[in-house]
């Protein structure tokens, strides 16, 4: 790819720190950084992966002492020749390289270009590309780490795997087809039917990891759900081990949600504080219930809490209508305020199979957390090196479906063409994954999520 200007930005987040990075690419760069150095190497002459210290100047104004590294096309990550300064961090300093290296002629880079050019240069496929973005906004360890596996090319590889055995298949289809007026069978249907099968059983087997990945990428939602008093807040707080949440006596004190995240065993739990669950006049107080249920719709796992010393089975009707109405959410009862109970927990827990806990006194909290990390890694078990997104699920499901027309047709359809149409179109779903077939709308989307310096 022919690339006109040459870009820069800065590549690490803005603010005080040791170290800042601005990022300089294009076929200009090291003509428009040499100028700004105060250095014995000139970087035209230096070679690839090289790093060379220097002052970076402005004129006659000294601005920093600076690293330069030196990265020649095609060995760089946007596939062009770059450079990276590094200075010192701070709110003025990598600012005001960046604006001289605009004064020279650079041009300010756009949110994502760096690793669009990457794209376009093909250093990166599509699936590597968003990779890129799920490490740089993993909120969980294992998150990172399956993002990690997907940059270095494990979807790719999967992908590829698939793409070669539709190749196989329809490249067998088409050789019948061109001799089809000698009456040749170059292809056994049951086995076509057989291949076809397992292909399709590896796409649907990626789809059915969309949940796990969603959990890896955006972290495991926790709706804490009861009646007002219940000790919702107090739980919350507790969880968190510090005072995020109002507790007061006094019903309905919760009207909004509170969002917070917590970290257990390397995974990100997003817990939800809702308002308490009871009929209302208050206009306010009945948005804050129905905020409570819309978190409730979009949560893996929703707790119960109850108070105990109202009653064991206070809740019990609460829960099943929760249960009932959001079948595929996790629903657990939890008894809070066993401390004001004359029964002992060891005594509650035989007649119930609920988690029994003291939010003021932190008892049971440890049993708690472990439920909950034990729920979140059951179901967030079923990824490997792939994090599924909207858009691959989309397009893996029209692959399916394509390898579905094309197995009706092994069927019915008089002529092998048929078959091979739907192969075809598979092939070329594949290829809208990995960026072989892109729109400028479709890039447009995918690098909507990149930061600038990206």
């Given amino acids: 790819m ?16 040791g170290l800042a990075v601005i990022r300089v690419s294009g076929p200009a760069a090291f003509d428009l950084v040499q100028p700004c150095l105060r250095s014995r190497t000139d970087l035209s002459q230096a070679d690839g992966h090289t790093i060379h210290y220097a002052a970076f100047v402005d004129g006659d104004s000294i601005v920093d002492t600076v690293t330069a590294s030196v990265f020649r096309a095609p060995r760089s990550y946007t596939g062009e020749d770059s450079v990276e300064i590094g200075c010192h961090g701070g709110q003025i300093v990598a600012r005001n390289i960046v604006a001289a290296l605009v004064r020279q002629g650079a041009r300010p880079a756009e949110p994502g270009e760096f690793t669009k050019r990457a794209f376009l240069n093909n250093k990166l496929d599509l699936t590597q590309v968003e990779a890129v973005a799920d490490v740089i906004h993993a909120v969980s360890t294992p998150g990172a780490q399956a993002a990690a596996r997907q940059l270095t090319g494990g979807f790719t590889r999967r992908l ?5 055995r539709l190749m196989d298949v329809c490249g067998l289809l088409e050789l019948e087809l ?4 000698e009456d040749l069978e170059f292809v056994d249907k049951n086995d076509l039917r057989r291949q076809l099968d397992e292909i399709g059983q ?4 990626l789809t059915e990891s969309y949940e796990s990945a969603h959990i890896l990428r955006n972290g495991y939602h926790v709706g804490l759900i009861g009646f007002p008093n219940a000790g919702k807040s107090s739980l919350m707080n507790a969880l968190l081990g510090r005072r995020r949440a109002i507790v007061s006596d006094t019903p309905g004190t919760t009207r909004d949600y509170l969002e917070e995240t ?5 995974i990100a739990f997003k817990l939800y504080d809702t308002a308490g669950m009871r009929s209302s006049d208050d206009q306010i107080e009945i948005e804050g219930i129905q905020l409570a249920e819309s978190i409730v719709e979009q949560s893996n796992c929703v707790l119960v809490i109850n108070d105990a010393s109202a009653g064991a089975a206070h809740s019990d009707e609460l829960a099943e209508s929760m249960r009932a109405r959001f079948g595929a959410v996790e629903v657990l009862t939890v008894q809070n305020k066993v401390d004001l109970v004359k029964q002992t927990a060891d005594e509650l827990k035989q007649t119930r199979d609920d988690l029994f806990i003291s939010a003021n006194k ?3 909290l440890d049993a708690l957390r472990a439920q909950l990390v034990e729920l979140a890694t059951s179901s ?10 909207d858009r691959h699920v989309g397009l893996l499901q ?18 092998n063409e048929f078959i091979a149409v739907d192969v075809r179109l598979a092939l070329k779903t594949l290829g809208e994954i990995t960026g072989d077939n892109w729109s400028e709308d479709l890039l447009t989307e995918v690098f909507s999520r990149f930061c600038i310096g990206k």
Wanted: glycine fraction near 8%; hydrophobic fraction near 40%.
């Fill in 160 to 164: 590829a795997e698939i793409r070669n």
């Fill in 178 to 181: 061109d001799f089809s007026e």
């Fill in 398 to 415: 029209q692959v399916i479906e394509s390898i579905n027309n094309a197995m009706t047709s092994i069927e019915n359809a008089p002529s």
């Fill in 262 to 266: 917590l970290h257990m065993e390397g």
């Fill in 2 to 17: 022919l690339v006109a200007d040459t870009i820069c930005a800065l590549a690490t987040p803005p603010g005080t720190g």
């Fill in 202 to 205: 590896v796409c649907r087997e």
């Fill in 362 to 364: 932190g008892e049971g």
């Fill in 380 to 389: 967030s078990a079923r990824v490997n090196d792939v994090l599924i997104n």
